[in-house]
């Protein structure tokens, strides 16, 4: 059955739920680092976590079916909520490759990465928490922009960390799984800039 509410706030609050289950994950994945002794424990913690937020992205669709009048445009909760998805994902790949390249020990730059996504997905719940009352919200926009910025610090420690790779010494097979570990890395903190950038249209769209 339809709901003909005219203000849909559960949609605002299933996001604020996605975004803290993010950060649980991004928390797993620095934890997953620092204690590469346990590295099948912490892969699976990460796993049921990206599991958790598939279900809450049905839950997100499945309501999006049902309701007649949303608080934004359809597309934009289906994609905002597809987007989301992705950083838990690419996280679960990021931690995934760590075991399918049989890496025995961790790069500094790496975990200066995951610090990074664990702050890019702190402010991630922050925006989830604002974006609820996005009007002329301040708070929103300084928000987007320090995951703008946060990006911005990956991008350098990412490219100086290739270069290290390339022109180091290093057998061909370090330098092809470190490249593919770091650019999973940077993949997420992208991943959380294109969801604080749809963030930012729709707050325009909607102001």
């Known amino acids: 059955m339809f709901s003909l509410s005219p203000k849909e706030d559960k949609f605002y609050d299933m996001f604020i739920e996605n975004s803290q289950l993010i950060y649980e994950a991004a928390l797993k994945f620095q934890q997953f680092l620092n204690s590469f002794s346990e590295l099948g424990v912490n892969l699976k913690e990460i796993k049921d976590i990206e599991r958790q937020c598939d279900i809450e992205q049905h839950k997100i669709i499945n309501e999006l079916n049902k309701t007649f009048i ?25 931690a995934n490759s760590f075991m399918m390249f049989n890496v025995e020990t961790v ?12 702050i890019c997905c702190k402010y991630i719940v922050n925006l989830m928490t604002e974006f ?34 390339f022109t180091k010494d290093l057998p061909v ?20 800039e294109t969801v604080a950038n749809i963030i930012e249209g729709v707050a325009m769209k909607n102001a």
Do not use: H
């Open 70 to 94: 949303t608080p934004f445009d359809r597309e934009d909760i289906f994609m905002i909520s597809k987007k989301m998805d992705d950083i838990v994902d690419i996280i679960e790949e990021s």
């Open 107 to 118: 790069k500094d730059e790496v975990k200066e990465l995951a610090e990074l996504i664990v």
């Open 132 to 165: 609820k009352n996005m009007r002329n919200n301040k708070k929103l926009t300084e928000i987007i922009i320090e995951i703008n910025k946060k990006e911005e610090e990956g991008d350098i420690i990412f490219r100086k960390a290739v270069r290290d790779l």
């Open 173 to 192: 097979l370090e330098v092809i799984k470190w490249r593919e570990i770091y650019q999973y890395a940077e993949n997420t903190l992208d991943a959380c």
